[in-house]
């Protein structure tokens, strides 16, 4: 990985880090003020004044992880993975800068809120995180071959395969939308979807770098 590219990629973890802890004290004043016997479910509502604030602020945190995205890169799919890249770091340093500061969640297993648009997205702390982890490793797969990584084909059905992952792994995080809303006990957290999600993606991942190998290797032997 060249040294310009590892600068950039230095300093979007940096920013995402940031953000993170930004992100994590927000939420923290956010549980103190409506919460102060611990966060738990079922979610206790909030004012629909608030309410509306919070929507806007979590739009506001994907716009700015997008504005810097395009920022850094200048292609289409750069931008894509940079977002991706900061997404996965900001994610994970949220929970690290919770556990920091206030030493939640007690495990990786513990229930959070995670997202409320365009519905409100639950499930244990660990499968985000998972997400999070394969969006960084796709990310640092293409800024180890940057280059090539650009030139490589991607057909049409394979960039739908990787929307249909994302898809699959919202509809399980969205799978206790109905309960949560009605402010009742989420079920339980459908593995077997979020899993299938998650091995799609993987796998579309594999094929790729397969793929981006042997193109590495063709170029070296030509």
Do not use: C
């Not at 993170?20 to 102060?36: D, H």
């Not at 499968?127 to 071959?145: Q, R």
């Amino acid at each position: 990985m060249k040294s310009v590219v590892r600068n950039r990629l230095l300093l979007l973890a940096v920013f995402a880090i940031a953000m993170a802890y930004l992100e994590a004290s927000v939420v923290i004043y956010l549980r103190t003020i409506f919460y102060p016997q611990g966060f738990d479910f079922p979610i206790k509502r909030i004012p629909i004044d608030m309410a509306v604030i919070e929507l806007a602020r979590e739009v506001a945190t994907i716009a700015m992880l997008i504005a810097v995205a395009f920022l850094a890169e200048q292609t289409r799919r750069g931008r894509l993975v940079s977002f991706m890249f900061l997404f996965g770091i900001w994610d994970i340093f949220y929970y690290v800068w919770l556990r920091v500061a206030i030493g939640w969640p007690p495990s990786l297993l513990t229930w959070d809120l995670l997202f409320l648009v365009p519905v409100i997205w639950t499930g244990p702390v660990v499968a985000p995180v998972l997400v999070s982890i394969l969006m960084i490793a796709a990310s640092n797969m293409y800024f180890k071959f940057r280059d090539l990584a650009e030139r490589l084909p991607i057909a049409t059905y394979e960039w739908m395969i990787v929307v249909g992952a994302a898809f699959v792994i919202f509809l399980a995080f969205a799978y206790n939308h109905g309960v949560t809303f009605r402010g009742e006990l989420p079920g339980r957290f459908p593995w077997e979807i979020f899993a299938s999600g998650m091995a799609l993606g993987l796998w579309m991942l594999t094929r790729l770098w397969r793929r981006l190998h042997k193109l590495r290797l063709g170029i070296k032997s030509g």
